[in-house]
């Protein structure tokens, strides 16, 4: 008995609700307005944050260091200095390529030059051996650096070579290890500016709610309503709000990607690979739609949940 009185007591909240949604259509508009903008603004930063990891991902793979041995260099050195860089913490890999391996490399490469290959034929073969390291993490080079500046390791390495991490090369690494710091924390305060403007606009547009009914609720706390049932239909129409505009925002972005797919995947926006990102919204379609709901039903009952307690313990003041 208990629980079909509390089960009718929700029906009735629900219902309430639903109808103070119509009953206040403009406000709701303008809520679910300011909440789908926010909402397909954090769906696009997860998105473009993807993306962004997955190309800096590709452009990570591609990142090693070749470190240029002495033609002096002994065996039992090479495998020891290959040992001691395999054992860093920031060393996924570390392969051995000969002077004839690097020789082979250089006539593919330069297959289609024939003055080059003419010219390193007259000399023999001027190319030294080679370590390619393969980092764990790009952005955290300078410790490899340290470990191969260190004098003993230097002796090994060719001193009119040394290591690929100089130069042009230097800075395009560093430049990618800078982006990729700048666009994480880009898509964060992004996320969580617009996380809180969405809650003041809904706190505040339940607060405009509960001013225009003041008199009606106030009679129903003299006539003995409990809380709940006063708070749980605000609560239920900024629930309602959040669901509509998760459904518009994901919708935008689908219609979006659907609509100009092709024009989109034609154009270019730096760091950001258009082509992915269409792809990556697809396979996860229903797992950002669920997150969509969750954020939109979070950041509205939370706010509403605030702002009818606060008008509550002003009534209950006074």
């Given amino acids: 008995m208990a629980n079909m009185k509390r089960l009718n007591t929700f ?33 696009f930063s997860i998105v473009a944050n993807a993306t962004f990891a997955n190309t800096i991902a590709q452009i990570n793979d591609k ?63 001027p190319l030294p051996a080679s370590l390619s390291i393969d980092p764990v993490d790009p952005t ?24 690929s991490y100089s130069g042009e090369r230097k800075v395009a690494i560093d430049n990618i290890s800078h982006a990729t710091r700048i666009l994480q924390r880009v898509g964060i305060a992004a996320v969580l500016l617009f996380a809180v403007i969405s809650v003041l606009i809904i706190f505040n547009t339940i607060q405009m ?3 225009n009914r003041r008199d009606e ?7 003995g309503a409990t809380t709940w049932y006063i708070r749980g ?12 505009s998760a459904l518009l925002s994901i919708g935008f972005i689908h219609a979006v990607f659907v609509t100009a797919s092709s024009a989109l995947q034609a154009s ?3 760091l950001l690979d258009i082509g992915y990102s269409s792809t ?33 313990k002003f009534k209950t003041s006074k």
């Fill in 280 to 312: 990556y919204f697809k396979g996860h379609f229903w797992q950002l739609l669920a997150m969509q709901l969750l954020i939109g039903v979070v950041i509205s009952a939370v706010s509403s949940t605030i702002a009818t307690r606060r008008y509550l």
């Fill in 233 to 244: 239909p605000f609560v239920v129409e900024s629930v309602m709000h959040g669901v509509i």
């Fill in 140 to 163: 955290k080079i300078d410790a490899i650096k340290t470990f191969l500046d260190n004098p003993e390791n230097k002796a090994l390495q060719d001193p009119q070579a040394g290591t």
């Fill in 268 to 270: 270019s926006l730096g």
């Fill in 11 to 43: 029906r009735r909240i629900c219902r309430t609700g639903m109808l103070n949604f119509v009953r206040n259509a403009w406000l709701a508009i303008a809520a679910i307005a300011i909440m789908t903008v926010t909402l397909t603004i954090i769906l």
């Fill in 217 to 223: 609720l106030t009679i129903m706390r003299l006539l």
């Fill in 63 to 125: 990142i090693d260091i070749s470190v240029y041995l002495n033609d002096s260099i002994t065996e039992k050195q090479r495998k020891d200095l290959t040992e001691r860089l395999k054992k860093l913490p920031n060393v996924r890999d570390v392969s051995y390529v000969s002077k004839n391996d690097a020789l082979k490399k250089y006539r593919a490469d330069n297959a289609n030059k024939q003055s080059l290959l003419q010219a390193i034929s007259e000399t023999g073969n």
């Fill in 209 to 211: 709610a509960i001013f």
